[in-house]
């Protein structure tokens, strides 16, 4: 198995394309302390389809959660766990969270917690995103019907953000810690996006590793 692994300088890294984009934040307005919701339609073309999360947060943390996809025709909620409420979650980096698959872009400073979260301000489940300089994510595959439209939702809670409006890359020159300016949610349809650092199944060593990396980023983060 695969460790994690943390450059002594990140890199400022745009997400890795995959599939059919079908939403970038990127020039809407950030909203912070408040959750947001998000949505957008793509048509299936084969009988299954991936959706993929690409999220970023340079200077504080943003909660992901309520994720849904939809036939517009009618029809449940195709994603499983999709308020990260299922029993077996743990928040700790790397551990994963049911039903849902992860990975960490190669660079980025800061590991994943994923699962069920105390702190969530809806007092329920989320993706916790910590990433630094770089973007992580999540994807889910599930049934479809080709040709039928999907409507994909979310909603998100920024903890803080430096700039007004959501933005793909920091532009501010930082790009080794957590001042960057960086903060920007894209979503995939069609395929999933391979994991270019460990998924669920890291090591305990490499995790080790990852955990006092974090422990830095996260002091920095917040103080």
């Given amino acids: ?19 059919l ?32 999360f690409a999220i970023r947060q340079d200077p504080a943390f943003v909660y992901f959660t ?15 766990n999709g308020n990260f409420n299922a029993a077996g979650a743990t928040p700790s980096p790397g551990a994963g969270v049911p039903d849902w698959n992860y990975w960490i872009e190669a660079g980025n400073l800061f590991p994943q917690y994923l699962g069920f979260q105390t702190t969530d301000p809806l007092g ?11 973007y992580d994510g999540i994807d889910q595959s599930f049934p479809t019907t080709v040709g039928d439209t999907y409507d994909v939702s979310f909603a998100v809670w920024n903890t803080g953000a430096n700039v007004d409006d959501y933005q793909d890359l920091s ?15 894209v979503v995939y349809a069609g395929n999933a996006i391979a994991p270019t650092s460990a998924p669920d199944g890291a090591s305990t060593l490499g995790l ?16």
């Fill in 171 to 185: 532009n501010n020159g930082d790009t080794t810690d957590t001042g960057g300016n960086g903060i920007d949610i």
């Fill in 66 to 80: 309520s994720a849904s996809v939809v036939d517009t025709g009618g029809g449940p909620n195709l994603f499983q």
């Fill in 208 to 223: 080790l590793g990852a955990v006092a990396a974090s422990l830095a980023a996260l002091r920095r983060k917040l103080s």
């Fill in 124 to 134: 329920g489940g989320a993706f916790y995103d910590g990433s630094t300089q770089a």
């Fill in 21 to 52: 984009e079908i939403l970038d934040l990127a020039g809407q307005p950030i909203v912070v302390g408040a959750y947001a919701t998000y949505s957008a339609d793509f048509v299936a073309t084969s009988t299954e389809s991936d959706v993929t």
């Fill in 1 to 19: 198995m695969v460790g994690l692994t943390y450059p002594a300088a990140a890199q400022n890294l745009g997400p890795p394309p995959s599939g």
